[in-house]
């Protein structure tokens, strides 16, 4: 199982909206509305911040949104803030006959 | 709230088993839910080692399943991860985390534990 493509980096200034992609295949982000996306920031645990493709947890933000086409989910942060600066891992459930999770590479997001 | 921390040896050598243990509070296993072991690489993605079902019911995933073996001990709210024939590759930080209620996001998760195979 391929892990899903992310761009390496993303930056944007504060204020801006930034999107970031993550691109899969039909056996996994295209096939199931299972996206969650995690920020980390450096030396600390991920931290869910969507989950089922466009839902976010009590507690983050509405800055932060999620959406799919096809076999790329998106990740789009509205009003940029300093803070926002960290890592974000997309990942998908891709089961089939099992369950099993795939995660991208991880797009570091630079707040300019 | 629930919390996670991840114990165990912070250098395994080559070859043989790493072995680590998430205990749990704020919350007990038994009650239901997915609990996961993901890893990350010093620099590098996330990857999703398996998860295990209060009942004992295990998923793996398929690169590493030859390998890897989760259990849970529901008398001491603690899940453990053992990965068998370790290499430099597997030098990870090695994080736990529950399934969220939906069952198919990581929510939350422990701070992590770097583990080093090393000789």
């Known amino acids: 199982q391929s892990a899903l493509t992310q761009p390496a980096s993303v930056s944007g200034s504060p204020g801006q909206s930034i999107t970031i992609s993550c691109t899969g295949t039909?056996?996994?982000?295209?096939?199931?509305?299972?996206v969650s996306w995690y920020q980390q920031h450096p030396g600390k645990a991920p931290k869910l911040m969507i989950y089922?493709?466009?839902k976010r947890p009590s507690g983050v933000s509405n800055r932060f949104s999620g959406s799919k086409s096809g076999n790329t989910a998106s990740l789009t942060i509205s009003g940029l803030q300093a803070e926002d600066e960290a890592d974000y891992y997309c990942c998908s459930y891709a089961g089939s006959s099992t369950f099993n999770w795939v995660f991208g590479g991880g797009t570091k997001l630079t707040v300019l | 709230q629930v919390q996670l921390q991840e114990s165990g040896p912070g250098l395994v050598k080559p070859s043989e088993t790493l072995s680590l243990t998430c205990a749990v509070s704020g919350y007990s296993i038994s009650s239901g839910y997915y609990w996961g072991w993901i890893r990350q690489p010093p620099g590098k993605g996330l990857e999703w080692i398996g998860s295990?079902?209060?009942?004992?019911?295990?998923y793996y995933n398929p690169s590493l399943k030859s390998r890897v073996t989760i259990s849970v001990d529901t008398s001491k709210n603690q899940f453990s991860l053992k990965l068998s024939s370790v290499t430099a590759a597997d030098t990870a930080v090695y994080y736990c985390a529950r399934h969220d209620s939906s069952g198919y996001s990581f929510d939350p998760w422990g701070q992590g534990t770097l583990v080093t195979v090393s000789s």
């Open positions: 039909s056996s996994d982000v295209g096939s199931y509305n299972l």
């Open positions: 295990i079902y209060h009942s004992g019911s295990t």
């Open positions: 089922e493709g466009s």
